[in-house]
């Protein structure tokens, strides 16, 4: 069964960079025909794509996140990773990471972790 | 990337049949047959119920059904339930190679 978890700091002071990691089981992540993505959603807010990588490596970000988002994947430790800079208070969310399918659905998704940006 | 546009909430009482729009531009919805609708409930993570319009994973009701006329899509959840209170997200591709949600529904089962 695959499973997604992600794992990072909880808390980020307000300007130094939020680091998330998703591992992936049940899965080669280096397998073709799908996408890995992170999303967020601030508290009591809707969803917003941040960005997907695919297994060949190419990256596609949110127009507004772009300057600030790195998602990178480690094959060897079968995972893959964000990295958010320069973050303010408006960056607090649950970020999920989440597989993306044919017909770019997101067919699972980790269970999210909550990262506050406070001083 | 501007956000797709959904009705803040929705209601209906058990039994009865309800339908959420999702409305973008020819860039997105309207020039791709790639949305997806989500269910989510309070503290969990989204739950994909349709994808490319109007197809349904396996698992999902067929009380779930998803349709597009030009450039708003549309989730009719029939038959309503109890357990269909959440919030719902669509999401499209977008001519820019990216991803896009909408602003989330609240459906409330009365």
């Known amino acids: 069964q695959l499973q997604l978890q992600e794992s990072g700091s909880g808390l980020v002071k307000p300007s130094q960079t939020l680091s998330l990691t998703c591992a992936v089981s049940?899965?080669?992540?280096?397998?073709?025909?799908?996408?890995w993505s992170w999303i967020r959603q601030p508290p009591g807010k809707g969803l917003e794509w941040i960005g997907y990588?695919?297994?060949?490596?190419?990256?596609y970000y949110n127009p507004s996140l772009k300057s600030r988002v790195t998602i990178s994947v480690d094959r060897s430790k079968n995972q893959f990773s964000l990295k958010l800079t320069s973050v303010t208070a408006a960056d607090t969310a649950v970020y999920y990471c989440?597989?993306?399918?044919?017909?770019?659905?997101?067919?699972?998704w980790g269970q999210g972790t909550l990262v506050t940006v406070s001083s | 990337q501007s956000a797709l546009t959904q009705p803040a909430s929705v209601s209906g009482s058990p039994g009865q049949s309800i339908t959420i729009s999702c409305t973008g531009t020819s860039s997105d919805i309207g020039g791709y047959n790639y949305v997806s609708w989500y269910q989510q409930h309070p503290g969990k993570a989204p739950k994909v119920m349709i994808y490319e319009v109007t197809n349904r994973p396996s698992g999902v009701p067929d009380r779930f059904s998803g349709s597009k006329s030009g450039n708003t899509a549309s989730l009719t959840i029939s038959g309503l339930q109890a357990e269909d209170e959440a919030d719902y997200y669509c999401t499209s591709y977008t001519s820019s190679t990216t991803l896009v949600f909408g602003g989330g529904t609240k459906l409330t089962v009365l």
């Open positions: 989440a597989r993306g399918s044919y017909g770019y659905k997101f067919d699972y």
């Open positions: 049940g899965v080669s992540i280096s397998s073709g025909g799908y996408s």
């Open positions: 990588i695919y297994h060949s490596g190419s990256t």
